[in-house]
C-alpha cells in the first residue's frame, strides 16, 4: 500500500484498473468531436451510471489520472468538481474521491433509463450517428438538484398564478372543444397576432402574424432552424462565451460550431467575416448576451447584415433576456434591421413568466413560413392549445405587462443587494460591473485556475458553482464567477455571499489575489 496525493491509502493497481476503463471511453467520446473536458465528464458519468464503476469505488488522484491520460490536472479537478456537485461523487479531503452515485435522489424508473441510455452509448454499433450525437451532446441525469444562486433562474414564487389559473378556466369553459382537439401546427392565430403587436411596440421587430410560429421552447425553436436552414457538415458561427444549450444542440444535429470570442462590443463580427471558409450560419444574443451582459452595438450589427446578405447565410437572434433592463431603454431587435431577410427571430416566456409554461415562438422570413412549419408538424404536431390560450388571455389583458414591470422593479432591487454583498464581503477577491440589465451577475477572478480551484471548493461543501469555464467551449483563459439572483430573496443573497467569502477565506494565498 502507498499514499495517494490526497493522503489515502490505495494501490496503484486500482488506480490502473479504473483508468484502464476512462481512456478507451474517452478516446471514443473525443473521435466524435466533443471537448475534453466534457468527454472527460461524460466518460467518468456513463461508467458510474452503467455500473463499471461502483458505489464507493476510488477514483484515481487528479495527478495521477492526469499522467496516465497525458492531460492537465486542472482538466481532471475541474471534472471532478462537477461530478460531486451533480452527486456522482463524494470527495474528502485526506481520504480521495469515492462513487456515490446510488445515494443520489435519482431513483426507480429514472434510474433504470438512465443505465439503459448509458448501456447503449458503451455498445455503439446499436445507435446511429445522429443517436450517438445526441446522447453525447445532450444527455443529463435530472436529479433535481440546484446549484448555489442559479443563474438565468426567474423567481417563480411571484408569479399571479391565481389570475393565471382564472384566465385558463376561463379558456375552457368557452372554447372547449377547439382547446381539447389537435391544433394548428404553426399556433393560434389570436396569439400570434398578440405576440408580434407586442414585439412590434416593445422590440422593434417587423412583422406579420404570419411570420410567427408557437413553440415549446427556444431550444425547439433552435433545432427547426437546424433541421431547415443547413446541411450535415455545415459551420455554424457561436459566441464564445455563450449558451451551452444552443452549442449542443447545434452539434448534435450534425453542423460544425466555430466559437467567436465577445467582448464588451459583443460578439466580433470583424473576426466571424474574416473567418474562411465561412459559416453558414451564425447564433448571437445581440441584445443581452449570455453570460456576460454584453449588447451587440450598432456598427457591428449592421456588419452582420451586410455578412449575411453577402454570405447569403442566416442569422439567427436570440432575443435572450432582453425584456430585463433596468437602465434606460433595452436595445432594438436586430431582425428590425434586417432589410433582406436573413434573420430570424427567437423569444421565450419560460424567464419571462415560468419555465413549465413551455411556450415560445419563432419569426421567420415569409419564404420560409412553410418549411418552418412542416418541420414543427412532424416534430410534435402542435403546441399544447390550452396553454397557447391561457397566455393570449394572459397577454390580451395585459396581465404580461404589469407582471414584466413587477419582476423588473422586484430584479433590479435584487441585482443591488447582490451586488452591494458582493463589494461588502467578497471586495479582497472580485470588483464585478453593475450589469445594465440580466438575470446574473459577473464576477470576475484572478485568473481561471482560481475559477476552477473555487469551484472545486464549493463542490467540496455540497455548492455547486457556476464559471465562465460553464459557457466556454474550451478551456478559458480567464476566470470569473456568474452568479443569480433573481429567484432569491436578500436574505438568500446575503448569507449566500457571506459563505462564499469563507469558501474564498480557505484558498491558498496566492489564488486570494
Known amino acids: 500500500m502507498k499514499q495517494t496525493e490526497h493522503g489515502a491509502l490505495g494501490t496503484a493497481s486500482e488506480s ?11 478516446t471514443r467520446l473525443r473521435r466524435q468531436r466533443m471537448t475534453l473536458k466534457a468527454a472527460l465528464h461524460l466518460a467518468i458519468k456513463q461508467l458510474i451510471t452503467a455500473g463499471e464503476l461502483k458505489t464507493l469505488s476510488r477514483l484515481p488522484p487528479s495527478r495521477r489520472l492526469a499522467s496516465a ?115 394548428d401546427p404553426q399556433g ?33 425553436a433552435l433545432s427547426l432552424c437546424t433541421q431547415v436552414l443547413f446541411n450535415a457538415g455545415d459551420a455554424v458561427f457561436v459566441e464564445e462565451p455563450g449558451y451551452q444549450g444552443a452549442k449542443k444542440l447545434v452539434r448534435a444535429a450534425g453542423l460544425r460550431t ?112 412553410i418549411p418552418m412549419v412542416a418541420a414543427k408538424q412532424l416534430q410534435d404536431g402542435c403546441t399544447a392549445t390550452l396553454s397557447q390560450a391561457t397566455l393570449y388571455a394572459f397577454l390580451r389583458a395585459d396581465g404580461y405587462t404589469e407582471h414584466l414591470r413587477n419582476m423588473r422593479r422586484l430584479y433590479k432591487a435584487r441585482l443591488e443587494i447582490l451586488f452591494t454583498a458582493v463589494n461588502q464581503y467578497l471586495a479582497e477577491w472580485t470588483q464585478p460591473h ?25 463542490a467540496a461543501q455540497g455548492i455547486r458553482l457556476y464559471g465562465l469555464a460553464d459557457f466556454y467551449t474550451d478551456t478559458p483563459g480567464k476566470g470569473a464567477l456568474v452568479l443569480g439572483f433573481a429567484a432569491y430573496t436578500p436574505n438568500e443573497i446575503v448569507q449566500f455571499i457571506k459563505r462564499l467569502a469563507q469558501i474564498f477565506a480557505v484558498l491558498p494565498a496566492t489564488e486570494n489575489r
Not at 391565481?162 to 376561463?170: G, I, R, V
Not at 438575470?439 to 469551484?455: F, G, K, S
Open 16 to 26: 490502473e484498473l479504473v483508468t484502464a476503463k476512462i481512456k478507451p471511453l474517452l
Open 69 to 183: 491520460l497525458s492531460i492537465s490536472r486542472d482538466t481532471v479537478e475541474v471534472t471532478y468538481a462537477q461530478l460531486e456537485a451533480e452527486g456522482y461523487l463524494a470527495r474528502t479531503v485526506g481520504r480521495g474521491s469515492f462513487v456515490s452515485y446510488r445515494n443520489s435522489p435519482l431513483i426507480g424508473r429514472e434510474l433504470l433509463a438512465a443505465d439503459a441510455t448509458v448501456q447503449a452509448c458503451l455498445a455503439e454499433q446499436e445507435l446511429s450517428a445522429s443517436g450517438r450525437a445526441l446522447l453525447v451532446t445532450g444527455y443529463t441525469p435530472h436529479t433535481g438538484r440546484v446549484g448555489a444562486l442559479t443563474p438565468s433562474a426567474p423567481d417563480l414564487r411571484q408569479f399571479p398564478i391565481d389570475s393565471w389559473l382564472q384566465l385558463e378556466k376561463s379558456a375552457v369553459r368557452h372554447h372547449t372543444e377547439q382547446l381539447l382537439g389537435y391544433g
Open 188 to 220: 393560434l392565430v389570436a396569439l400570434r397576432s398578440e405576440i408580434v403587436d407586442y414585439l412590434r411596440r416593445e422590440r422593434g421587430v417587423k412583422a406579420t402574424a404570419e411570420q410567427v410560429v408557437i413553440v415549446s421552447s427556444s431550444q425547439q
Open 258 to 369: 466555430i466559437p467567436i470570442e465577445v467582448d464588451q462590443r459583443g460578439i466580433n463580427v470583424d473576426r466571424l467575416v474574416a473567418t474562411r471558409p465561412s459559416g453558414r450560419g451564425v447564433y448571437v444574443t445581440p441584445s443581452h448576451h449570455y453570460p456576460l451582459g454584453h449588447s451587440l452595438d450598432i456598427e457591428r450589427r449592421l456588419r452582420l447584415l451586410a455578412w449575411a446578405r453577402q454570405e447569403n447565410a442566416w442569422i439567427i437572434e436570440d432575443d435572450y433576456d432582453a425584456e430585463f433592463t433596468y437602465h434606460g431603454m433595452p436595445t432594438a431587435s436586430l431582425q428590425g434591421l434586417d432589410q433582406h431577410q436573413r434573420t430570424l427571430y427567437i423569444g421565450t416566456f419560460s424567464k419571462t413568466l415560468f419555465p413549465g409554461l413551455r411556450l415560445g415562438f419563432i419569426i421567420v422570413p415569409p419564404s420560409l413560413i
Open 434 to 458: 453593475l450589469p445594465q440589465g440580466g438575470l446574473q451577475l459577473v464576477c470576475p477572478l484572478a485568473d481561471a485556475a482560481t475559477e476552477r480551484r473555487l469551484v472545486a471548493a464549493g
